[in-house]
């Protein structure tokens, strides 16, 4: 297993009573992508912010890249690359100045054809920030959190607000740079987003990590493993929950029941057919991120 | 600081600001269609005569009462009368007044004793209006000599040339507005700025970078001191090349329009700091700006407000530096540009710490 060039135990922010960030432990990998998946309000930013140097926490350890990220936080920051939540700057300047001047801040050499290049902008390189779409703005941050070139990454709710074509595209560039070997811990509250790029998610609500591990480990350590889906209603739900105990949710015309093994499969459908509903809907699904996701945490963003 | 960030900054922000019509506008065009409007207002002498201003310390002697009848007589004079107990002197040169003559106390009884009398005429013999009034004066004077027909002249008229470089209205006016600029110029968009890079979050943005605050104020004190000069350089060559304005320009400008700058920056960074929102940094730099705008010698002297208003202008920060332009500009007295200079810096440094107090790209 690779060195931890993340490790936090024990993190704690309180604003009055409310515990924004009660009590993670976090531990991310050398060349990883990690997500920390959860609604909002979860306390997903005053995480990922302590982490950056952008807050002190009230309590627990910080260790980035070896280093103390509030005490440190100026040397720390030459290693690091982040893109803050709502990601905004200076309206009238152009992407290319925009990145030539942290450049010069950073004293790293220009390169801002290569990293325009890299996000697909290079037809953008004269338009002013504020013209920008919603996406290209978010890659414009994403390239000015690579004028250092770092080798972590921080990316608070990155694709938060883009249409799904630019967020496809923001994905491509995080897979880019993770095959560039960088380690990079993102925030999201979009379920699919942390299942398709992470090799590990940490699901956060109301200020702790519920669940943590790959979308795998996850699914079967909290969820329970297969669901039946056929077509039914209300009546029949309530039957099948009666008659064999299993839980059992009703969505639209069809009724989802989380099933442990294949026998249970023709309890079900005996109990179906029996109440003279006509079987449209057949299916057996194994449970994604999602079902977990949506019962741990009982509701999920758009 | 290091100067390789303050220029990178600099350039950045330099080139967002010129980008900005509304920023352009009102510090270039707005100032200039200033002079425009108001020296139209002003300096036009409505007419044929031009003002005479009187000093009657006579009261209601015949002698007194026949020398105006006859200035006015003439019309080529329209008389305005300065108050008997005001200091003629400085009067005439804060109001910049041309042409003022006085009407010694003793007049009524030489004139009757036939004892020699000199009136003393103030004026720019340079100015075509001084010249009129002063040829009205000699007329009605030798009529009055001759009426008396004694041996020799009862009647002198003693000149006394101003040392004022100003020769009319548009002349305050230059100062005036290069304070004006100074002021409004920061004040609006620094105020602005900080309330909006708070709010957008870009300086959360900017602590990323090995970029300080230090070193971002500093780059906004040489931005404005760059548009300062501009624009002050744009207002003199207008005002000298279009209405014919008389100004002095020399080196003593430079430390009035770096510590002008450097005092509305601060400010400005101050209240966009205090500020919780954009629309409250507009309110509160509007509060701070209007009455100061005003009231501190921007469009007219302050000599001519009532008492208690000129009172209220030396409790703000721009009269200072707008009756330091005018020492300097206007009087070409450099003992009291040096006080004015003084004053404007240490409220300078004050505001300064003040806005370095209220200012902090972190958050708790
Ligand atoms: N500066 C702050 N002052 C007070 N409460 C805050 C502050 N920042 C965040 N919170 C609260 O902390 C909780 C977590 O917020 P946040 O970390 O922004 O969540 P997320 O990023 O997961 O949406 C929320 O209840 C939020 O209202
Ligand atoms: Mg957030």
Redesign the interface.
């Known amino acids: 297993m690779s060195e931890a060039v993340v490790s936090v135990s024990g993190l704690r922010k309180y604003y009055g009573n409310t515990r924004a960030v009660d009590g993670i432990e976090l531990e991310v990998r050398k060349g990883e992508v990690f997500s920390l998946l959860g609604p909002n309000g979860a306390g997903k930013t005053t995480t990922i912010e302590m982490l950056e140097g952008l807050r002190k926490p009230d309590e627990g350890s910080i260790e980035i890249l070896g280093l103390n990220p509030w005490k440190d936080a100026t040397s720390m920051r030459r290693r690091v690359g982040i893109i803050p939540q709502d990601f905004n700057f200076i309206q009238r300047i152009t992407p290319a100045e925009a990145i030539r001047y942290f450049a010069t801040l950073f004293k790293a050499p220009d390169r801002s054809e290569e990293l325009l290049e890299l996000v697909d902008m290079r037809n953008m390189e004269k338009t002013y920030f504020m013209h920008l779409s919603g996406g290209q703005k978010q890659k414009l941050g994403l390239c000015l959190a690579l004028v250092n070139n770092p080798e972590l990454l921080f990316l608070d709710e990155p694709t938060t607000g883009l249409d799904p074509q630019a967020r496809r595209n923001m994905w491509e560039v995080i897979r880019k740079l993770k095959s560039e070997g960088k380690t990079i811990l993102l925030t999201t509250h979009y379920l699919e987003e942390a299942e398709v790029l992470s090799d590990r998610v940490g699901i956060i609500d109301q200020g702790k990590m519920i669940a943590g591990g790959t979308p795998q480990d996850i699914i079967s350590k909290h969820g329970s493993g297969k669901a039946l889906y056929v077509s039914g209603n209300d009546e029949i739900a309530r039957k099948v929950r009666s008659a064999t105990g299993l839980r059992c949710t009703v969505e639209g015309r069809n009724i989802s029941v989380e099933i442990s093994n294949n026998t249970e499969i023709a309890r079900v459908l005996d109990i179906v057919r029996s109440s003279g509903v006509e079987l449209e809907t057949l299916q057996l699904r194994e449970e994604t991120l999602e079902d977990v996701f949506l019962k741990m945490v009982g509701k999920v963003e758009d | 600081m290091r100067l ?2 303050i220029l ?2 600099l ?3 330099g ?2 600001f010129a ?2 019509r509304e920023g352009l506008f009102f510090t270039f065009v707005f100032p200039i269609v200033l002079i425009a409007i108001f020296g139209a207002i002003f300096s036009g002498n409505g007419g044929s005569s031009v003002p005479l201003y009187v000093q009657n310390m006579d009261g209601n002697s015949p002698a007194a009462l026949q020398l105006l009848a006859g200035l006015n007589s003439t019309h080529l004079v329209n008389i305005r009368f300065i108050p008997s107990g005001a200091n003629i002197t400085r009067y005439v040169s804060e109001n910049s007044i041309t042409a003022a003559l006085v009407i010694p106390s003793t007049f009524g009884q030489s004139i009757a004793s036939g004892a020699p009398v000199s009136l003393p005429y103030y004026n720019n013999p340079t100015v075509s209006s001084s010249q009129i009034a002063g040829q009205a004066i000699g007329i009605v004077v030798q009529q009055i000599n001759l009426n008396l027909s004694n041996a020799h002249n009862t009647i002198y008229v003693r000149s006394y040339a101003d040392s004022v470089v100003a020769q009319g209205y548009v002349d305050f006016l230059i100062p005036g507005l290069i304070g004006f600029t100074i002021l409004t110029t920061p004040m609006f968009s620094v105020t602005f700025i900080v309330s909006n890079y708070k709010k ?3 300086f ?2 900017l ?5 300080t605050r230090g070193e971002w104020l500093f780059s906004k004190f040489l931005w404005y001191i760059i548009v300062s000069v501009l624009s002050a350089a744009l207002m003199i060559g207008v005002g000298v090349l279009l209405f014919d304005a008389h100004v002095r320009i020399n080196l003593y400008l430079a430390p009035l329009l770096l510590i002008g700058v450097f005092m509305f920056v601060s400010l400005g960074t101050f209240a966009g700091a205090v500020a919780k929102t954009e629309e409250g940094a507009a309110v509160i730099g509007n509060i701070i700006t209007f009455p100061m705008m005003f009231l501190s010698g921007t469009f007219f002297p302050i000599s001519i407000m009532p008492a208690w208003l000129q009172t209220v202008a030396h409790f703000l920060p721009l009269y200072y530096v707008i009756d330091g332009l005018n020492a300097v500009m206007v009087y070409t007295n450099y003992t009291s540009a040096m006080i004015d200079m003084l004053i404007s810096l240490t409220i300078s440094v004050a505001f300064f710490i003040l806005a370095m107090l209220a200012f902090s790209w ?3």
Do not use: C, G, H, M
């Open positions: 390789k960030n990178a900054d350039s950045v922000y080139r967002s980008r900005s957008d979050k870009i959360r943005q602590s990323l970078t090995p970029l972190k958050e708790a």
